[in-house]
DNA sequence: TAGATTGTTAATCGATTAACAATC
DNA sequence: TAGATTGTTAATCGATTAACAATC
């Protein structure tokens, strides 16, 4: 094992995976505005990941960078997905039509990450059956038809806290093993369900922290 | 220094301090749920961090455990916000009251962890004068004045991809320091100005992988 | 050539984990 | 008392950082 967190055909560790994820991000926003190359440095500013420890974490797997240019984005979109094996596209049902709701069907935020919102659900009958963009709000209802039917892989809530937990549950009997969660619900699920809870506070409080001390 | 990460008069460790953010949210989560105390292992399976850490990040500053028991969720809700020196309130001013802008001002997020949104800002003259709750709408052009009036500490981007470096800017001229970005646009700011920018994709690609693998 | 930036090494530091005595 | 869980130690592993030769 010559590369510590690196892989030929082993697993990622947490740490590798979440920073590969987090330069991806970064990388496709630097390519809607235009850039062509990007140096480890600037990755660095916008990831919050030392410029080393990703000239580290991305050698692993290959020479991907020029020496005195930096890495071309183009390439290192694909190399990075080629390593998190997320070059497909996903299918993921978005519960909850409200603010919040339509805020993320309408972002790109998951489709530029080859994540396709393939169905909203809400349980008010006057949202059932309207779309947002063109994707169709259901009754709460055909979840489980849904969730098999289109091979949902992700099950994304938007509810309110009340409702999460019920939600989850169906998720978990769907058959569905990833939730995020931007409810303050603290959903209890079974050990092989992931779930992500989006909490932008405690970022902020963390954040505060170092500006006030 | 008997306490690696633990301080007493010195700074918390990045590290720390954003832990610590992560135990303050699942508490005050907890005891809206009606708990009153809570073990090691349940925070850990709430916030994915190891119940050996947890119990050794907060050793670090005092016994506030009980064998047997576990940890008062009030006391260590206390205990945690003096540590991190946010007992008090802050003021905040959010940007874009579209679905997103809206969506944050009607939720607790913020408002549990001590975060008053004083304002929030459009462009659209149809939205200027109404009001979000109680929050009223402005116009983004009032920025520079309400930034000082209100002694706003941190600006919450919900604005348009394109329009969130002008804000930015704005923020920054006006001497606000925190930044929680929640469009896609990767923000140029001094070094002195912490951005945090919202991925969900992120942590759902990471997710995924090991979902995938 | 000169300047910039990668790829890589080595040293240090913090995070993670298992284990367990103390004690509620 | 018996069971549970903290507080703490020790060992290991991964992250961080500085430094710099290689090279575009």
Known sequence: MSRPGGAGSERLSLGVAA???????????????????????EL?????????????????????????????VDSLVAEIRKIL??????????FGAGNLGQAIASSDI????GFTIVSIFDTSPKLVGKKVGDVPIRSIDDLEKVVADEEIVVGVLA???????????????????????YSEQLLDVP???????????????????????
């Not at 920073?19 to 440095?41: D, F, N, P, W």
């Not at 998951?110 to 990450?113: E, G, P, R």
């Not at 806290?161 to 169906?170: I, K, P, S, Y």
């Not at 369900?193 to 902020?204: E, I, K, N, Y």
């Open 159 to 181: 509810v309110p806290a009340e409702a999460a937990q019920d939600v989850a549950d169906r998720l978990v009997a769907a058959d569905v093993r990833v939730i995020f969660n």
């Open 85 to 94: 094996q997320t070059s497909g596209q996903h299918n993921i049902a978005l």
């Open 191 to 213: 050990p092989e369900v992931t779930v992500h809870t989006s909490s932008p506070a405690v970022d902020l409080l963390y954040a505060l922290y170092f500006y006030l001390a």
């Open 110 to 113: 998951f489709a530029d990450h």
């Open 19 to 41: 920073r590969l994820s987090r330069y991806l991000q970064v990388l496709i926003q630097a390519r809607k505005m235009g850039r062509e190359t990007i140096s480890s440095q």
């Open 44 to 72: 660095a500013s916008w990831t919050h990941v030392n410029s080393t420890q990703i000239r580290r974490d991305l050698s692993g797997f290959g020479k991907f960078g020029k020496r005195g240019v930096g890495y071309g």
